[in-house]
């Protein structure tokens, strides 16, 4: 939901309100369709693997456990 939110939202949707602005020299706009959404769909994936690796150690089925 956030990828789509920021990939179609950002990038399409508010595209005209969001070029006023500049980031690192490019239209804000621009920048979300072209980089943004890629660097967000990766942090995505970093929480991910941060949320399921607490969940497991929760859970005590994580890879570090001793299974003896």
Request: charged share 15%; hydrophobic share 55%; with cysteine.
């Amino acid at each position: 939901m956030v990828w789509f939110a920021v990939s179609f939202g950002c990038g399409i949707f508010l595209v005209d309100f969001l070029n006023q602005f500049t980031f690192a020299g490019f239209q804000l706009g621009f920048w979300f369709a072209q980089q943004g959404s890629i660097y967000t769909f990766v942090v995505l994936i970093f929480v991910y693997a941060a949320c399921i690796a607490r969940i497991d150690r929760k859970y005590k089925v994580d890879e570090d456990s001793d299974e003896s």
